[in-house]
């Protein structure tokens, strides 16, 4: 590592389809080089990584979990010694919070991935790093970065975390899109579109209740893989509405499909910051979200580039008004994600917390 500049290590589970290896990758690959030496430790396999990290020097320690991977993350930090570590998740955040014992001098910066007490309801228990001295790993990091101003009161109300170590950064738009033409004609069959992990706190179930009482036709596009698979088809049968299903385990495609469809749904009961969302928005379609604790509601503005709402009687009326009677101005919707969520904005915001924590 060079001493010149600020020696910052990334790590991050693996470089599969995700929100935080996403936006993580971006954030370590788009640093700016005059000022940080950026690493990328990846837990997982290059095998499995579906985005293109540049010229960033990137290191696969191969384990199929974080677990395993602790023994060699270990060895690579005590030889590095990083001015700054950053976490990517949770159980990734513990791990590093870990063994930073071990390095006094570098500073310690987790990032959350959801609203921690709510999404606690959802996790799942083989991906928890059981470490009782880290039950409450926040008190040690030096920062932690939030995706939504909720996800910053939920550690200051709920887990007693000073708000001196909070620094709320959004979610950067981190291509180029495309712009969407316009909505479908009233006759056509309406294109419908859901992009995430099939997880039960993405709430599929909940879309799908709601479809099934709508009265125009209409395709769902439902693109993602996860553990709620077969119990969001069996739902669908059950329903009498898995005809009108498609499903995409996974695509690099994922902006064709967003430009191709005329409403995107996001039926989350918590969210850290839908990248997703975010992308739809970008390419100037219309959303339709149920209220839940997280990013959402930063970035849809009522009647502008989407709905939010609360239950599923008013999901249907606001969904029949979004594709028969309202017309959206494409343009607009994907300025307006683009000028709030502009990668280059979001960048130096990073740079500046890591220059901070330097000084400190």
């Given amino acids: 590592m060079n001493d010149s500049k600020i020696d910052i290590l990334f790590v991050l589970p693996s470089l599969k389809a995700g929100g935080a290896e996403r936006v993580i990758s971006f954030i370590a690959a788009n640093l700016d080089t005059a000022k940080f030496n950026s690493i990328l430790i990846v837990i997982g396999s290059a095998k499995d990584s579906v985005y293109n990290t540049g010229n960033l020097n990137v290191v696969f320690l191969k384990q199929k979990r974080v677990l395993f991977g602790i023994p060699f993350l270990f060895s690579y930090l005590i030889t590095k010694r990083p001015n700054i ?4 998740i949770s159980h990734v955040n513990r791990v590093i919070v870990f063994l930073s014992c071990f390095l006094p001098k570098s500073k310690v910066v987790g990032r959350e991935a959801s609203v921690p007490s709510i999404m606690q309801r959802f996790a799942l228990k083989q991906h928890r790093i059981n470490i009782p001295v880290l039950k409450n790993y926040h ?5 932690i970065i939030c995706q939504s101003q909720d996800m910053a009161l939920d550690l200051q109300n709920n887990f007693n975390i000073a708000k001196s170590k909070i620094h709320v950064i959004n979610n950067p738009i981190t291509e180029n899109f495309g712009l969407k033409i316009q909505n479908s ?18 709430g599929h179930q909940r879309i799908l209740v709601a479809l099934s009482k709508v009265n125009f036709d209409y395709q769902y596009t439902i693109i993602g893989s996860g553990p709620e698979k077969d119990s969001i088809f069996k739902l669908a049968t059950e329903l009498g509405i898995v005809n009108k299903i498609c499903h995409i385990p996974f695509t690099k495609n994922v902006e064709n499909f967003l430009l191709a469809n005329d409403v995107f749904i996001q039926g989350s009961y918590v969210e850290g910051f839908p990248n997703a969302l975010l992308e739809c928005c970008a390419v100037g379609t219309p959303v339709i979200a149920f209220n839940a604790p997280g990013g959402t509601k930063e970035i849809i503005m009522n009647g502008i580039n989407g ?26 919707i994907k300025e307006l994600a683009e000028k709030k969520f502009n990668k280059d904005n979001i960048l ?13």
């Fill in 85 to 88: 570590i950053v976490g990517s």
């Fill in 139 to 143: 008190k040690y990091l030096n920062a």
């Fill in 185 to 202: 004609t009233y006759n056509t069959k309406k294109k419908l579109i859901t992009v995430g992990r099939l997880s039960k706190e993405k």
């Fill in 307 to 332: 709905y939010i709402v609360n239950d599923e009687l008013e999901f249907t009326e606001k969904l029949h008004c979004m594709l028969f009677e309202k017309e959206w101005n494409h343009k607009k």
């Fill in 348 to 360: 130096k915001q990073y740079e500046s917390l890591f220059l901070e924590l330097t000084k400190s």
